[in-house]
């Protein structure tokens, strides 16, 4: 069995905790919150990329770093024992973003180390999942993404190998129950 992780708001507290840090860090840069909501609006979909974000302000490179340090402590831990059981050889991420942020916020967190591929895309992760999908079909692939949006292209037809979770509340133990069976 492989599995297929997206990272933001599945393997890592994006939403909820780094953005609500990114905020916080902004404020007391002296940025209100509701200036610094409304621009994250307004390029949110375009790639964001912290570092732009933070230049877009006049704030110092080094916040960047700051940001990055402290998003060790956003993992999603109960994911991360998952990740471990599974393998390395067994899992892979697939997430939507700017190549460079991604890449850095998953370095910082380790999980990259757990994973044997990652795959940054700009678009749709379609391709991605069904070449992995492709690569692996004598066995089932297993996608776990906290976005509908990203299952309403794939192929089943073609890779009746593919299973999706969506990753909401109750995401984790779907996809325990999908492994046990």
């Given amino acids: 069995m492989k599995f297929i992780f997206d990272f933001d708001d ?16 902004l404020e007391k840069a002296g940025i209100p919150r509701d200036v ?16 732009d974000f933070l230049r877009h302000f006049s704030l110092e490179e080094n916040m960047y770093e700051k940001m990055l340090n402290r998003s060790k402590g ?34 910082i967190t380790g999980i990259d180390s757990l994973v044997s591929e990652i795959f940054v895309i700009s678009e749709s992760k379609k391709e991605a999942v069904e070449n992995i999908c ?4 004598n066995e089932k692939v297993i996608f776990v993404d906290d976005k509908a949006k ?23 133990e779907k996809l325990v129950l999908e492994i046990k069976k």
């Fill in 10 to 25: 599945v393997l890592f507290y994006n939403t909820k905790q780094f953005k609500e840090y990114m905020y916080e860090c």
């Fill in 36 to 51: 610094s909501l409304k621009y994250y609006k307004t390029v949110r979909e375009n790639q964001f990329w912290l570092k």
């Fill in 74 to 107: 956003f993992v999603n831990t109960e994911m991360l024992t998952l990740l471990k059981k599974l393998g390395k050889e067994n899992c892979y991420i697939v997430t939507h973003g700017n190549e460079q942020f991604q890449r850095d916020k998953i370095k």
């Fill in 134 to 137: 492709a690569k692996h079909k």
């Fill in 150 to 172: 990203h299952f309403e292209n794939l192929d089943f037809k073609k890779y009746p190998n593919l299973k999706t979770i969506l990753y909401d509340e109750r995401g984790l």
